[in-house]
């Protein structure tokens, strides 16, 4: 396995009276993809957000590059490479794609100071984008809006992505074309942790896998050797990843 990018260790999340994350252990590779895996309620989406910042940590240690960032401010965690990419997208509907976009750069303050040969290469992952340049981002389809998402995440280079449920809602060729552009930022090394309840881009992306029950990492190990042992899946998913590709 490679050296890690990201470990929580002993992290404990409480928002108001309710304790979400009970002592997570996870160790990101660095240069793969790891699958974030769990019923609804595991954990999984309030584990990118403590990450981020967004919900403190009350508990336990998060480190990046060896460096602890809990205690941290969401922007700061931000400057040190991480993106990330809520369920809910994040964007600004009455704002251009290209206004979207610019609000992302954090090297660019007019949209001439945009680095064209990285926009280029984004626009070959989704051309929709360029196409609705100038479209505000509330009139994109479902789709459309989660490229822009994703996309808004890669304008600069990141050193890991955090991305939750991508897919949802998307239709097949959508889906296909996500799993693509992912595939291309695997390539080129970027780490991420991907939260998905779709099971063919699990298994097209994943390197490792944790499973999240209860507010706890309950399994981690490679995304192949959950892939091909049915009974493992029924015990910690209760279904079949057989079943949904």
Do not use: C
């Not at 660019?108 to 100071?113: D, T, V």
């Not at 695997?186 to 942790?193: D, E, N, S, V």
């Amino acid at each position: 396995m490679s050296d890690a990018i990201l470990q929580l260790r002993g992290v404990h999340t409480h928002i108001g009276a309710y304790h979400l994350l009970h002592g997570v252990d996870l160790q990101v590779p660095e240069g793969q993809v790891t699958m974030l895996l769990g019923r609804n309620g595991a954990g999984k989406t309030t584990t990118l957000r403590t990450v981020m910042g967004l919900w403190a940590a009350s508990r336990g240690e998060i480190r990046f590059r060896g460096q602890p960032i809990q205690g941290r401010e969401t922007p700061d965690i931000a400057q040190l490479g991480i993106a990330y990419v809520p369920e809910s997208m994040g964007l600004f509907t009455d704002l251009t794609v290209q206004e979207n976009m610019l609000l992302a750069a954090r090297g660019a303050r007019r949209a001439s100071e945009l680095d064209t040969q990285r926009l280029d290469w984004i626009f070959g992952l989704f051309p929709a984008l360029q196409k609705f340049w100038l479209y505000p981002a509330g009139k994109l389809s479902g789709g459309q809006k989660q490229m822009l998402a994703v996309a808004r995440a890669i304008v600069e280079p990141r050193a890991l992505l955090l991305i939750d449920e991508p897919s949802k809602g998307l239709a097949p060729s959508i889906v296909n074309n996500l799993i693509g552009a992912l595939r291309e930022l695997k390539a080129q090394r970027t780490t991420i942790l991907l939260v998905e309840q779709n099971f063919q881009v699990a298994l097209a992306l994943g390197d490792s896998v944790a499973v999240m029950d209860d507010g706890r990492i309950v399994h981690h190990g490679a995304m192949a050797e959950l892939a091909a042992d049915p009974a493992l899946q029924q015990r910690l998913l209760g279904l079949s990843l057989g079943a949904h590709q």
